[in-house]
């Protein structure tokens, strides 16, 4: 019999649990995914219990793991293993020692919600998935599903046969901006007159049509406004409101390659409005899962933020840019404005000193146009003009 079989036929020999916990009833594919579970948990050190050793003296009561199977010593033991000295360990003791309580401890610690909502997949677009650079990208069986809405802190995990592309963006943001917009007119002229308006038609609506107003009561026409549909405006609009709608993309895949848990996961950072990208199988009929840790929607809001929130990750990032637009500066000093300068040292130009200093004429040839040579003893100032490797590039200014 494996080591797994066992596990399975011992649960459900012993799956009376203690007064104190909810009877579970599970089928036999529960049993199966429980059994191999706890022997994954074992295996892994992930419940305390350490694998046994010659070399440790254990005492009765002990629990070690050997052989795929965890045991529980009878009596005081030192050395090699030995049958008569252990019993095998059941699921049902696991669950009546605590271990099971362990999980339930860990997913306490870390603040597991219990409510999970299930989001079944609807296609809004076919033949096309949202490409890492958020824009859309025709592939045949692909498809982009309809709008999904996420809360603060919801983790989504998105199911998928096999893995996307690396193009693909599983997990895009839809983003609507709202903006004013300038409208260009096309016109129309009189026929008596070709140089004053007749009509005006807005280049985003072809149906607005206005026509122009003139007063002729006086020698030269004047336009007075415009008419449209009965109304009299003194000016043609100059904007118009516009929405429009981007992706933004959330999940990139740095390769093609797929979960072993089968999912995509994205930890949200504020409510939002997303799409799912991927095989139509996926988006459309897929069941996405939404679940919720209080450690991550902690993390989501002290490093990644909450709306209104100035968080770790905010300053980081602030002061990123703010470093880098001083280095800019530093990189092109001509930018660079400030009512005075306090330098220790004169300042260099390529190397050279701006200004060099001598007693008498310059016997030193310039290094750069614009360099200046002072005169210390006669109290005369001269300035480079050219540079040919002679002292009679200098030219006095005084």
Not at 118 to 139: F, P, W
Request: proline share 4%; hydrophobic share 40%; net charge negative.
């Amino acid at each position: 019999m494996s080591t797994r079989q066992g596990y399975i036929e011992d649960y459900q020999e012993n799956k009376m649990v203690p007064e104190t916990s909810t009877v579970m009833v599970l089928d036999v594919a529960r049993s199966q995914a429980l059994s191999a579970s706890l022997l994954a948990l074992v295996e892994s050190n992930a419940l305390g219990y350490s694998t046994f050793s010659t070399v440790e003296t254990y005492a009765a009561g002990d629990i070690v793991f050997y052989d795929r199977k965890l045991w529980k010593f009878t009596a005081e033991h030192t050395g090699a293993w030995d049958a008569e000295d252990v019993e095998e360990y059941s699921v049902k003791d696991i669950i009546e020692d605590g271990a099971l309580q362990r999980i339930l401890f860990m997913e306490t610690s870390f603040g597991k919600y219990d409510a999970i909502r299930d989001i079944t997949l609807s296609q809004g677009k076919s033949g096309k998935y949202v490409n890492v650079d958020g824009m859309e990208t025709s592939a045949a069986g692909y498809g982009i599903s309809n709008a999904v809405e996420l809360n603060f802190g919801d983790i989504l995990l998105v199911p998928s046969a096999e893995a996307v592309p690396a193009s693909v963006s599983v997990v895009a943001r839809v983003v609507t901006r709202t903006y004013a917009k300038v409208i260009t007119y096309a016109y129309t002229y009189q026929q008596e007159d070709p140089t004053l308006y007749d009509t005006a038609t807005a280049d985003y609506d072809p149906t607005l049509v206005y026509t122009a107003v003139y007063d002729t009561s006086g020698e030269t026409p004047v336009l007075t406004g415009w008419t449209i549909g009965g109304e009299t405006i003194e000016t043609l609009p100059a904007t118009h409101e516009v929405t429009e709608s981007y992706y933004e993309p959330l999940v990139k895949q740095a390769v093609s390659a797929m979960p072993s848990t089968g999912y995509y996961v994205y930890l949200c950072p504020s409510a939002m409005t997303v799409v799912i990208s991927g095989y139509t199988a996926t988006v459309d009929g897929g069941v996405c899962k939404v679940v919720g840790w209080g450690i991550f929607k902690n993390i989501v809001s002290n490093f990644i933020g909450a709306p209104g929130q100035s968080v770790l990750a905010q300053l980081l990032c602030d002061l990123d840019a703010r470093v880098k637009g001083i280095m800019a500066r530093l990189e092109n000093l001509g930018e660079v404005k400030a009512i005075t300068i306090d330098s220790e040292n004169l300042p260099m130009v390529c190397g050279q000193p701006l200004v060099v200093e001598g007693a008498g004429a310059p016997s030193v040839v310039p290094q750069f146009v614009g360099q200046r040579y002072h005169d210390t003893t006669n109290s005369k100032c001269y300035e480079a003009f050219a540079v040919t490797g002679a002292t009679s590039n200098w030219v006095l200014l005084n």
